[in-house]
């Protein structure tokens, strides 16, 4: 097959699905795995496609977002082993800030249960309250795809507290961008939240980094990024000065 027809061939599995993985493009295509990466490359090169660990991910536009069911399924094993990691900064009597986040999710099950936690992630409610945790809802305009409490009523809930810590997720997260996400008002509680902070985490598996979004709620050098030992590759590229990143075990 010809390097037109492969490419074309590549694009248009892309359109049926939002994800595909390297093993599939080979077996789909019939070529050898190095050609195939050298292929995504190219149209990662172009603009026509992201790669992603293990294969390639479509191009979304910067206010596209994924419901909170879908991005729960991403990537879960890595959410899952940095939600460990933040959970194992969180100490007892802590005051603690959480988003709605997905991978800020999996911290939950990990974290000591003497502390307060303030949230705007609506389907962080139950899991905390079975975890023994001092919960607080912020308050606000529920989003219905991310489950997120959001707007006016959720600022002034938050303009009230002081935290310990807080933890964010983060759509993208660019070295010149610093970190964002599609929508302003959810940007508005993550930066407030960030403000209202002694420490600020921002929980992102590699498959964030160098990506970029609508709004922006923080520079890269306002948090630590807690993130896994695959993204450490990725990370060489960033500013020396940037590169305030713990990583999971």
């Given at each position: 097959m010809l390097e037109q027809e492969r490419h074309k061939k590549i694009?248009?599995?892309?359109?049926?699905r939002p994800v595909i993985r390297l093993?599939?493009?080979?077996?789909?295509?019939?070529?050898?795995?190095?050609?195939?990466?050298?292929?995504?490359?190219?149209?990662?090169?172009?603009?026509?496609?992201?790669?992603?660990h293990g294969g390639a991910s479509r191009l979304q536009g910067k206010l596209a977002e994924s419901s909170m069911a879908e991005k729960t399924s991403k990537n879960l094993q890595e959410k899952q082993s940095i939600g460990r990691l933040a959970a194992s900064l969180v100490q007892p009597d802590d005051t603690i800030y959480?988003?709605?986040?997905?991978?800020?999710?999996?911290?939950?099950?990990?974290?000591?249960?003497?502390?307060?936690?303030?949230?705007?992630?609506?389907?962080?409610?139950?899991?905390l309250l079975e975890a023994g945790c001092k919960t607080i809802l912020t308050g606000g305009t529920a989003k219905p795809s991310t489950k997120a409490l959001i707007g006016r009523?959720?600022?002034?809930?938050?303009?009230?507290?002081r935290f310990d810590k807080c933890f964010l997720g983060v759509n993208a997260l660019h070295p010149e961008y610093g970190l964002t996400t599609p929508d302003e008002e959810e940007?508005?509680?993550?930066e407030m939240a960030l403000s209202l902070s002694r420490e600020s985490y921002a929980l992102a598996d590699p498959s964030k980094f160098f990506e970029v979004s609508f709004a922006r709620f923080a520079e890269l050098d306002e948090v630590t990024v807690l993130s896994t030992h695959g993204s450490l590759e990725t990370l060489q590229s960033f500013p020396e000065s940037l590169k305030r990143m713990v990583t999971s075990p």
């Open positions: 694009l248009q599995l892309l359109e049926e093993q599939e493009l080979i077996e789909n295509i019939g070529a050898s795995e190095s050609t195939i990466r050298r292929d995504l490359i190219e149209l990662e090169h172009r603009k026509r496609l992201k790669r992603v959480l988003d709605a986040g997905s991978t800020v999710y999996e911290m939950i099950r990990h974290l000591p249960p003497a502390i307060t936690v303030v949230t705007n992630g609506i389907t962080h409610l139950d899991a009523g959720a600022l002034s809930a938050l303009a009230r507290y940007a508005a509680v993550k």
